[in-house]
């Protein structure tokens, strides 16, 4: 079991920015790839960003790409995503999560995710 604890949400205005963390306990954390993805009010959870065991791959959403970065301190067990420029379309319930699956690149797919945070609420005002 790996549990997730997610912090850093809160109120901002757009252009403004915020750095999420999510802390990670129980099992090894440099052996779980790590993502993040978000929930807005009445649509579906998707895909924002992730990083491989090592720090050698990142992806990122094409919505946030240029504006999010994604980055990990194994040394922490944490994982971070600083997000710049925000929106208020950038509004939603944030998610890190763990997949166990050792690969080159991260995936993007819900499914692939074994463990998952409580979520922190973001909320960019226009």
């Known amino acids: 079991q790996v549990q997730l604890v997610e912090s850093g949400g809160g109120l901002v205005q757009a252009g403004g920015s915020l750095r999420l963390a999510c802390a990670a306990s129980g099992r090894t954390f440099s052996n779980y790839a790590m993502g993040w993805f978000r929930q807005a009010p009445g649509k579906e959870r998707e895909f924002v960003a992730a990083?491989?065991?090592?720090?050698?791959?990142?992806i990122y959403a094409g919505s946030v790409k240029g504006r999010f970065t994604i980055s990990r301190d194994n040394a922490k067990n944490t994982v971070y995503l600083q997000m710049n420029s925000l929106k208020p379309e950038d509004t939603a319930v944030y998610y890190c999560?763990?997949?166990?699956?050792?690969?080159?690149?991260?995936?993007?797919?819900?499914?692939?995710?074994?463990?998952w945070g409580q979520g922190t609420q973001v909320t960019v005002s226009s």
């Open positions: 990083i491989t065991q090592s720090a050698g791959s990142i």
């Open positions: 999560a763990a997949d166990a699956s050792l690969r080159s690149r991260p995936r993007v797919g819900i499914p692939f995710y074994d463990y």
